[in-house]
């Protein structure tokens, strides 16, 4: 195959949607796929919503999910001269022509569709101007000419033969009247200047295609292949937006999804290859086609989310799996104490026990983060006379242990269990809630090897 080339194009108007980084996804796959070159475009020509921060975010996502582009980010508003000398040349060569009409009659024209039931549609007004006075006081606005009869065919890698009637084609604007260009001037200038060869986007930017394609018609341009991936759905089956507090990156990040957990989920949400499931990234580029993306649209499913960062959870190297613990406290709870450190990586491997979400192995990890532990009034009840004996006896013994390992633990807990005459859950659970705060958690071996021995003894000695 020839050279390939993509490109993601975000506008920073906001923080990066979670359908946007699997448009991302899919477009840095397919071109690695290729041995192609994947780049970043920000969008920034809307001045008045563009910011530096959402840009900021944009990338810092990209980066935080493992989608690297090539070369630097590529900015629009960089280019504004040269998309406006393309529209002058379409003026020029007749592509294009000069729309003097007013705000007013632009709002008449739609109340008249909205009243007769149709569809909006400019009335070509000054395409053809016959005895039509110029107007000195109105800027005009640059239109395309768009192709009135006929069909258009559209040969979508996705969606297959997309057939259309022209007249559904406005003569949409490619110039403001300030002078500024619009997103679908921009976007065929920039994607011909940086020699994009496939553009692979949401479904919902059909039309768009369909006009973007006749710009490059006109001016001569080779026409990128399209594919069109369907769109990602809330779970009630609408079209997601941020009142579903799951439609942002930021969203995952904040509960403690891992990078891998994401990526792998968004590459199945559309996509499949046979019956497989997990992705490490070197299959992900391999395998990953167009074919395999389906033209229906996919349905976030939150509960598949944490199973799949479950299965990460368990499966990571620990010490990588304590460094995202680490960066993830810092940004949302709060930062590990350095003195805590060794006893959360030696814990990690029961901490992360059952974890859906690094949120879950910071508040199983609290017994050891927090110098002082709060017991609820419920398990405060359990602590009773018998209990108390039972804590206090093992105070003794525990003291006294040259060694702390668990066959020694064993040996105590036994002796205990027997002298009390009770059973192992009425020795652990006593010690159990005055180490950790609460009757449920990891089993009371675990915690009495996590614990430095003078922070046992403390907390003992406050029960006793």
């Given at each position: 195959m020839s050279f390939v080339a993509t490109r993601f194009a975000p506008s920073p108007t906001g923080p990066l949607h979670i359908g946007g980084v699997r448009t991302a996804l899919f477009n840095w796959l397919f071109s690695k796929n290729k041995k192609g070159k994947f780049y970043l475009r920000i969008e920034d020509t809307d001045k008045e919503r563009s910011k530096e921060e959402y840009k900021k975010q944009i990338i810092d996502s990209l980066n935080w999910i493992g989608i690297n582009y090539d070369d630097e980010e590529y900015i629009q508003s960089k280019n504004i001269k040269k998309h406006q000398e393309v529209a002058n040349e379409l003026l020029k060569n007749g592509f294009a022509y000069k729309c003097y009409c007013t705000e007013e009659e632009i709002k008449e024209q739609k109340e008249k569709c909205k009243k007769k039931g149709i569809p909006y549609v400019y009335n070509r007004k000054w395409r053809d101007p016959k005895n039509v006075e110029i107007p000195n006081n109105i800027?005009?606005?640059?239109?395309?000419?768009?192709?009135?009869?006929?069909?258009?065919?559209?040969?979508?890698?996705?969606?297959?033969?997309?057939?259309?009637?022209?007249?559904?084609?406005?003569d949409f604007i490619i110039l403001r009247q300030d002078g500024t260009p619009t997103y679908q001037l921009s976007a065929v200038v920039d994607d011909h200047l940086m020699k994009i060869t496939n553009v692979i986007r949401g479904d919902d930017h059909k039309i768009n295609t369909f006009k973007q394609k006749q710009i490059y018609e006109a001016m001569k341009w080779s026409v990128p292949e399209f594919a069109h991936i369907p769109l990602i759905h809330s779970e009630k089956g609408s079209k997601l937006s941020k009142r579903d507090k799951a439609s942002t990156l930021e969203d995952?990040?904040?509960?403690?999804?891992?990078?891998?957990?994401?990526?792998?989920?968004?590459?199945r949400l559309g996509w499949?290859?046979?019956?497989?499931?997990?992705f490490t990234l070197d299959e992900s580029i391999k395998l990953f086609d167009l074919p395999g993306v389906?033209?229906?649209?996919?349905?976030?499913?939150?509960?598949?989310?944490?199973?799949?960062?479950?299965?990460?959870?368990?499966?990571?190297?620990?010490?990588?799996?304590?460094?995202?613990?680490?960066i993830y406290s810092k940004k949302f709870k709060s930062d590990i104490d350095s003195s805590k450190e060794k006893s959360i990586?030696?814990?990690?491997?029961?901490?992360?026990?059952?974890?859906?979400?690094?949120?879950?192995?910071?508040?199983?990890s609290q017994y050891i983060l927090n110098d002082k532990i709060k017991i609820s009034e419920e398990d405060l009840k359990l602590i009773d006379n018998s209990s108390k004996s039972i804590i206090k006896d093992f105070l003794i013994k525990f003291e006294k242990m040259p060694e702390i390992n668990k066959d020694n633990l064993e040996k105590i807990v036994k002796g205990l269990i027997?002298?009390?005459?009770?059973?192992?859950?009425?020795?652990?659970?006593?010690?159990?809630?005055?180490?950790?705060?609460?009757?449920?958690?990891?089993?009371?071996?675990?915690?009495?090897?996590?614990?430095?021995?003078?922070?046992?003894?403390?907390?003992?000695?406050?029960?006793?």
């Open positions: 800027k005009p606005v640059i239109r395309f000419k768009s192709k009135i009869s006929g069909n258009s065919i559209l040969k979508d890698l996705v969606q297959g033969e997309v057939n259309i009637s022209n007249s559904i084609i406005e995952y990040i904040k509960i403690g999804i891992l990078p891998d957990a994401l990526r792998n989920y968004l590459l499949s290859h046979k019956d497989k499931e997990i389906g033209k229906s649209p996919s349905k976030l499913d939150m509960s598949r989310i944490l199973s799949l960062n479950e299965y990460y959870i368990k499966h990571l190297d620990e010490k990588e799996l304590f460094k995202f613990l680490k990586i030696k814990s990690i491997s029961f901490l992360k026990n059952k974890a859906k979400k690094l949120e879950d192995i910071y508040q199983n027997d002298k009390h005459k009770t059973n192992f859950k009425g020795v652990g659970q006593p010690l159990r809630i005055v180490l950790t705060g609460s009757r449920f958690g990891p089993g009371i071996y675990n915690i009495l090897l996590s614990l430095e021995k003078d922070v046992i003894i403390s907390r003992l000695k406050d029960y006793k």
